[in-house]
């Protein structure tokens, strides 16, 4: 298996952290509506906006990446893509933490910050 440097293994997770970043943007401008007649277990706020995601990824960055991975695959933690959990289920499981399994974040994130969170979750599709 090949090692990176330092500054190798910086550019990589630099690089992936941008490919993600567009390609959700992508996904959110593109998959942004539920289909007519189908109500959406997306945050029902009108105030969802490409800040609002790019805030969210900032969060799951600083906080998530270490055990869900830079893509949201999950490394040491399950992978958050096409969550069917509804968010008041994804904002208990951030706040609370899971048992000996994720730390709890609800001291260190506000309302804005769990909002943007789950916004940003929301746009992670397959």
């Known amino acids: 298996m090949k090692r990176f440097t330092e500054r190798q293994a910086l550019f990589v997770a630099i690089a992936t952290s941008c490919a993600s970043l567009l390609a ?3 996904v959110a401008l593109i998959f942004g509506h539920a289909p007519p007649g189908k109500k959406s277990p997306t945050i029902k706020s009108p105030e969802v906006s490409v800040e609002v995601i790019t805030h969210g990824r900032r969060l799951f960055i600083r ?3 270490e055990c869900h991975g830079f893509d949201a695959r999950g490394d040491e933690g399950s992978d958050l893509h096409n969550l069917r959990a509804g ?5 208990q499981v951030i706040t609370g933490g899971v048992n000996g399994e994720m730390p709890a974040y609800g001291k260190m994130l506000g309302e804005e910050d769990l909002r943007a969170l789950t916004v940003y979750l929301r746009t992670l599709r397959n």
């Open 24 to 26: 959700t943007f992508g």
């Open 63 to 65: 906080h998530c990446v």
């Open 87 to 91: 968010d008041p289920l994804i904002r």
